[in-house]
């Protein structure tokens, strides 16, 4: 592509070196025949004069007996011949155009014409004749040699030479003017053509070469490196909190930044290979090695060069970088292989503390790997309905009638077998699912409730977990109103669970949400009360319904007086603000027994019941005989 | 157009012959060899200078009347001129011809004209080009008013680079001598 331009470009220039010097040719050609024309206009117009006085001479020399009468003839037909060849032609048209001029010629044909009869009979002793045609051939040669005088040598002709002579001058100056012009188009093609070369292929920051050139390059490299049986190192670099940079402390000591980091990087590496900036924070260096050489030293190089202050108008910054390795052939031996891997070392550097170089290795990626597929598996499961919800019964301590269940969350993936809950909730978030599996399981536990509602079980609710990333989002009411229409269900019997989260409690539009939430009519427990961070000031400022003691408090309560009294407390501070407390993770009897007389309300665990797919809750619910709910 | 006609003058001009002008070469192969005779008209043309073959007493130069030109290999094209008006039927005898048939050597002819006008031609351009001693127009011999009764003539209209003021100098009418130098 690049030699074809060139050529391009060397044809352009030869076409139009060849049009202007062909064109000043042109213009000299003109010229000269102009000239040339003039001269012989000249010569014709001065030979008519020689003519007459050769044919006044022969008259002359007639009468005088010293010429014959056929040299007079003679001069008389070149006369006429000559009068005839200003007369008739191209040749001389300017000469017939000069004013005069044309009428002296007719006049004097006719006058030959006249002369003719004369001439042909005459002899050396008709001087009266020869007198009469002298006579007369005197006003021609006296008007002859004035037009000649005038149109050769007057001011017209002066003008018209002095045109001749600026056509000519005008002629260089447009000759040196087009071969200027095309000199400089020439250069600024030239300059186009490597200013986008250079757009294409160089990063205009730092000017290291950028991805597209990279990818070039390493290619090349990957080639050359087959054939000679070598290998070479991938260093892929990331600066450790740049946006926090970029962001507080403006863009141009960003870009600074950047330009020192990319000026140390390709000083290190130097003649060993080659750096690139592959976009925004992100640089790669890829190092030839020889045979026995490992990629630590140049590791190291890089991450001590990039520890070094960089100088700032307004102070000092340290980078951080965080290196990833990958090695050909060892560690693939394709280009995206060999920079997937370098990259998952870096980013296995950035989240380990402590490590800020990473060589790649077989099983760094497994975690990552393993989190993407199930984030594609779980947008199909979502889409096709493949996740299950289980249902765990709370029962009422006093009575030991069913209160309402809660909704959990299970998923058995056909590559990974059962996935935990939590990491399903981490893969969901990390892949932006969470809004969409959220919405699953609402219209999924509520068109459940329905069912049961529908078949007798009218005074059950059912409690559904809700992640806080999910309630500061803005999609969570809109998702609520629509599963309880879809499900055709009361508000009041939905339960939301909503763990602890001091970030999410102290935001406004929290506060919005659950007013909202409340005015809806559903009812909101705080989930795993006691292990988060959450004020006695949250409890006073929000409104829950529900608070849900957690498992651990639990588990010491046989044993542990203290645990005793911290729950009395807890119990009688939310009687006080009007909360219902679910005890979680009740597993003996001992611990139901404390509670119910502690005065909690309600509780959950395997003492009771265990969560439970669907069919085996109807069983629970509705089986003919009296229910057996404990574990089976 | 060239064409080649018979010796004989040309009656009809517009009837247009194209044949091979390689007719002409055999036939002045042959003439060259004669002796030339006297002319019995008046002389329009005289060659001088380096010739083998002459018919003057001083044995220095060949006279040609109009009947010896239109004797030779006869060559014809019609063309315009820069001094005519429209299209003529020219016919004569090529200068080449004519230098082979007097044997003529030698770097350049100056071509001479009544009123003394004369101008240079080099030998070899006269054997390229089809100069023409043109002796006829239209048919009819050319008088001295009519640029005669020899005019050098090339078929102008045929190639453009005849036009050209080179070419056109060596146009001289009124021929009277041909000097080989």
């Known amino acids: ?632 | 157009m060239k064409l080649v006609v018979a010796a004989t003058p040309v009656r009809r001009p517009l009837i247009r012959i194209a044949v091979g002008a390689w007719l002409m070469v055999t036939g002045s192969l042959a003439l060259a060899v004669d002796a030339l005779p006297a002319p019995e008209g008046r002389v329009v043309l005289t060659v001088t200078g380096n010739i083998d073959v002459t018919n003057t007493d001083d044995g220095r130069s060949a006279e040609f009347d109009l009947e010896m030109l239109s004797a030779l290999p006869q060559h014809a094209f019609d063309t315009e001129t820069p001094w005519t008006e429209g299209r003529h039927l020219y016919r004569g005898v090529l200068v080449r011809d004519l230098l082979k048939r007097v044997g003529a050597r030698g770097d350049s002819v100056r071509a001479t004209a009544l009123n003394d006008y004369h101008h240079d031609i080099e030998m070899d351009e006269l054997r390229q080009e089809p100069f023409l001693l043109a002796t006829h127009r239209d048919g009819v011999s050319l008088t001295v008013r009519q640029k005669g009764p020899v005019w050098i003539m090339l078929p102008l209209s045929d190639k453009p680079e005849y036009s050209r003021k080179r070419y056109i100098d060596m146009l001289v009418w009124h021929l009277t001598t041909l000097n080989v130098k």
């Open chain 1, 1 to 632: 592509m690049q030699r074809f331009r060139l050529c391009f470009l060397v044809a352009v220039a030869l076409i139009f070196g060849a049009s202007s010097l062909y064109s000043y040719n042109r213009d000299m050609q003109v010229v000269s025949h102009v000239s040339s024309t003039i001269k012989a206009i000249g010569w014709a117009s001065s030979e008519l004069e020689l003519e007459l006085l050769k044919f006044d001479l022969a008259l002359t020399g007639l009468a005088a007996d010293m010429v014959e009468t056929e040299e007079v003839e003679l001069r008389f037909n070149l006369l006429w011949s000559r009068v005839d060849t200003l007369l008739v032609g191209e040749e001389n048209r300017p000469v017939r155009e000069q004013p005069g001029v044309l009428p002296m010629l007719e006049s004097f044909k006719a006058q030959l014409a006249l002369w003719e009869e004369p001439i042909y009979s005459l002899s050396s002793d008709d001087d009266a004749t020869i007198a009469a045609i002298l006579q007369g051939l005197s006003e021609y040669r006296a008007m002859a040699r004035e037009i000649n005088v005038d149109t050769f040598e007057g001011e017209s002709v002066w003008r018209q030479l002095d045109f001749i002579q600026d056509i000519r001058h005008r002629s260089n100056l447009y000759l040196v003017g087009l071969m200027l012009s095309g000199l400089a188009m020439l250069v600024l093609l030239l300059r186009e053509n490597r200013r986008n070369w250079r757009l294409a292929y160089q990063d205009l920051l730092t000017g290291l070469p950028n991805r597209v050139s990279f990818y070039d390059q390493i290619a090349k490299e990957l080639e050359q490196a087959a054939r000679q049986q070598s290998k070479f190192a991938l260093y892929m670099i990331d600066l450790n909190g740049f946006k926090a940079i970029n962001d507080s402390l403006g863009h141009e000591v960003g870009d600074r930044m950047l330009q020192e980091v990319a000026k140390r990087l390709a000083d290190t590496i130097g003649q060993q290979g080659l750096a690139a900036r592959l976009g925004g924070d992100e640089f790669v260096v890829l190092q030839r090695l020889s045979t026995h050489e490992g990629p630590e030293s140049m590791a190291a190089l890089l991450w001590q060069s990039l520890s070094r202050e960089v100088e700032m108008v307004d102070g000092n910054l340290t980078p951080q970088a965080s290196i990833g390795i990958s090695l050909y052939p060892d560690h693939g031996e394709t280009k995206k292989a060999l920079l997937s891997n370098a990259d998952m070392a870096m980013y296995h550097a950035k989240q380990s503390s402590g490590t800020s170089v990473q060589l790649f290795e077989f099983g760094l990626n497994e975690p990552r790997l393993r989190r993407q597929k199930l984030a594609l598996e779980l947008e199909v499961a979502i889409e096709h309905d493949h996740l299950e919800l289980h249902y765990q019964p709370i029962f009422d301590l006093e009575g030991d009638a069913l209160e309402s269940v809660e909704a959990l969350l299970r998923w058995n993936s056909l590559e990974f077998g059962v996935i935990n809950p939590l990491e399903l909730i981490e893969v969901a978030e990390k892949h932006g699912l969470a809004p969409r599996l959220n919405r699953w399981v609402l219209l999924t536990a509520c068109r459940q409730l329905q069912r049961w509602h529908l078949a007798g079980a009218t005074m059950l609710k059912v409690n559904v977990n809700i992640s806080p990333s999910i309630f500061k989002g803005d999609q969570l009411i809109p998702t609520i109103r629509e599963a309880l229409a879809s499900a055709s269900l009361e508000a009041s019997a939905l339960v939301l669970e909503i763990t602890e989260d001091t970030t999410l409690w102290d935001t406004a539009g929290s506060l919005d949400t659950l007013q909202e939430l409340r005015a809806l009519g559903v009812e909101i427990a705080l989930d795993d009360f006691g292990t988060g961070y959450s004020s006695f000031s949250h409890l006073r400022h929000l409104p829950f319904d529900k608070l849900k003691l957690d498992k651990s408090f639990i588990d010491d309560l046989a044993s542990d007086p203290r645990a005793v009294s911290l729950i009395r407390t807890i119990i009688a501070l939310a009687e006080s603000l009007d909360m219902v407390v679910t005890a979680e993770g009740i597993e003996v009897e001992q611990q139901r027994t404390l509670l119910n007389e502690l005065g909690c309300h309600l509780g959950q665990g395997y003492l009771m019941a265990r969560p439970m797919p669907v069919d085996v809750m109807e069983h629970l619910l509705f089986g003919r005989f009296s229910y057996d709910h404990r574990p089976v």
